[in-house]
Nanobody, 122 residues
Framework: QVQLVESGGGSVPPGETLRLTCAASGVIFDFHAIGWYRQGPGKKREGVACFSMTDGYVYYANSVKGRFSMSRDAAKNSVYLEMNNLKREDTGVYYC???????????????WGKGTLVTVSS
């Protein structure tokens, strides 16, 4: 059974850094893509970053390229999202997701965590 548990959210002023953690159990990293989505107030859920085992690359949404960095620690079954130079528009609930990578999806979407809230405000 796949379980994803996010942590590390909080409230920070613009320009600061936060690091999110997703503790994953039951994820078959060899076959699953794992990544991060977010949903801001009044907005649709959008993909932020995705690690695909198919090619071993991490893909980022254009809005976070150069500011966010996703990494993985296979020994701890965890993935991380370091968010630098945070902007107000980065505010939202951040979700960890995993599953098979399919056409027309940003990342694996078979399994979801409950999310962690990030608020960027002065």
């Amino acid at each position: 059974q796949v379980q994803l548990v996010e942590s590390g959210g909080g409230s920070v002023p613009p320009g600061e850094t936060l690091r999110l953690t997703c503790a994953a159990s039951g994820v078959i990293f060899d076959f699953h893509a794992i990544g991060w989505y977010r949903q801001g107030p009044g907005k649709k859920r959008e993909g932020v970053a995705c690690f695909s085992m198919t090619d071993g690359y991490v893909y980022y949404a254009n809005s976070v390229k150069g500011r966010f960095s996703m990494s993985r620690d296979a020994a701890k079954n965890s993935v991380y999202l370091e968010m630098n130079n945070l902007k107000r528009e980065d505010t939202g609930v951040y979700y960890c997701s995993s599953g098979m990578l399919r056409r027309n999806t940003f990342c694996g979407e078979d399994y979801w965590g409950k999310g962690t809230l990030v608020t960027v405000s002065s």
